[in-house]
């Protein structure tokens, strides 16, 4: 059995060997069928991991707190003092009110770039893990001022535009001139609602007075050792229907986005995995023409064997193994070619490089899965061919 098993093997080779530019083009189409479920299941897999791994940077125990819209009358009485507030419920431990709005920041009489302009307490440093690279950060003893502490991109535009010390020096942010009293680490925006390298820091105090719309719309908290969220939650929104009954208030743990996360990567990560089995299909079409064409190019040698003595489950059984053969050398070739474009891509963003073993398993199962299926007929046609009619050539 093993003696016949290798024999088989060898003529399946020595068959595709002679026909190798169909046997080529039909492992290519195959390569890129596999390359394609690995590379793309694989970033899947990556993608949630680096969104798992921002969060954990910032911390598990994070809340973030969003006023939806409401009417003026009911947004002014959301204040920066309700941080102070929140922060002594029972769940959590510390909360700092932030303001958003964009702007345009102005370097040496010229318009540098746009920036999102950050109005927000010393506190908001802690919790959102920014970490000053020179100076100082915001301080609550900054009531009014016009001071600012600015995002690495800034300072970069500061210094090309021959700022060598840039603390210390004035920039014109809108209509109004600040002092630079520090300089933010280059930090990636993770689930941050702004990009800290492109931002400019100032005191709430001043925001409430520069802003058009200077209703505090957000609060980042952080939670006691040992909280669960949904206590923590419904701690905040109780907290806020004593203010008004009417106010509509979006809590967000970073454990619920977390699972959020983990149901939308799964989907994410099917839908890539598809996407790539449409290419392992147009691969597995390939390999059964190139079957079909050979059963067509050796009737002569299917006759000569099934008059010597070969049954149809031996010619059937030859074919299918050329076919699985054909397919787990493009597999082979695809695994390849998966790894080396995921690690491109990890390369070019800058994130982890991983591959995802259950993508690999699979993509060399569809490999083989593939081989089957689509060598199945042509196996098939080729031992329901008659001896007779093969060896007469009609």
């Known amino acids: 059995m093993i003696a016949l098993a290798r024999a088989n093997v060898k003529e399946a080779a020595a068959s595709l060997i002679s026909a190798r530019q169909r046997s080529l083009l039909a492992l290519l189409g195959i390569a890129i069928g596999v390359g394609s479920v690995i590379a793309m299941m694989s970033v899947g897999v990556i993608v949630r991991d680096e969104g ?69 307490t010393a506190s908001l440093a802690d919790l959102d893990k920014l970490s000053i690279a020179t100076g100082r950060h915001i301080s609550d003893l900054d009531t009014r001022r016009y001071y600012c502490v600015i995002g690495a991109a800034v300072a970069s535009a500061m210094r090309e535009a021959g700022f060598e010390k840039v603390v210390g020096e004035a920039v014109r942010l809108d209509s109004a001139v600040y002092t630079v009293v520090g300089v933010l680490k280059r930090i990636p925006q993770g689930k941050r609602r702004y990009d800290p390298t492109r931002s400019v820091l100032i ?37 806020f229907r004593r203010k008004s009954r009417d106010l509509r208030v979006r809590v967000r743990s970073a454990e619920q986005l977390i699972e959020q996360m ?44 099934r008059a010597i003595g070969a049954r149809r489950a031996d010619i059937q059984s030859q074919f299918l193994i050329e076919s699985v053969m054909l397919s787990l050398a493009g597999g082979a070739v695809g695994m390849g070619a998966g790894i080396a474009a995921t690690w491109g891509i990890c390369n070019f963003a800058g994130w982890t490089f991983q591959i995802s073993a259950t993508a690999m398993g699979l993509g060399m199962a569809v490999a083989t899965a593939c081989g089957v299926f689509f060598g199945f007929y042509p196996a098939w046609q080729a031992a329901r061919l008659d001896p007779v009619a093969t060896l007469r050539g009609t």
């Open 203 to 239: 005191p709430i105090s001043t925001a409430q007075r520069v802003f058009t719309r200077p209703a505090v719309r957000n609060f980042t908290a952080r939670m006691k050792p040992g909280a669960h969220h949904l206590a923590a939650t419904q701690e905040v929104n109780d907290y």
């Open 262 to 305: 983990y149901k939308q990567m799964r989907l994410f990560t099917l839908l890539l995995g598809s996407l790539g089995s449409i290419s392992l299909l147009v691969g597995g079409i390939g390999v059964m023409n190139v079957m079909l064409i050979s059963v067509a190019e050796r009737r002569l040698e299917i006759g000569i064997r």
């Open 52 to 120: 798992l791994r921002q969060f954990k940077e910032l911390g598990t125990d994070i809340l973030s707190i969003r006023i939806r819209r409401a009417a003026p009358h009911l947004a002014a009485l959301v204040t920066p003092e309700d941080a102070f507030r929140i922060a002594a419920l029972p769940t959590l431990a510390a909360a700092a009110p932030y303001m958003t709005t964009q702007g345009r920041i102005s370097i040496a009489g010229r318009a540098a770039q746009d920036v999102t302009v950050v109005g927000t």
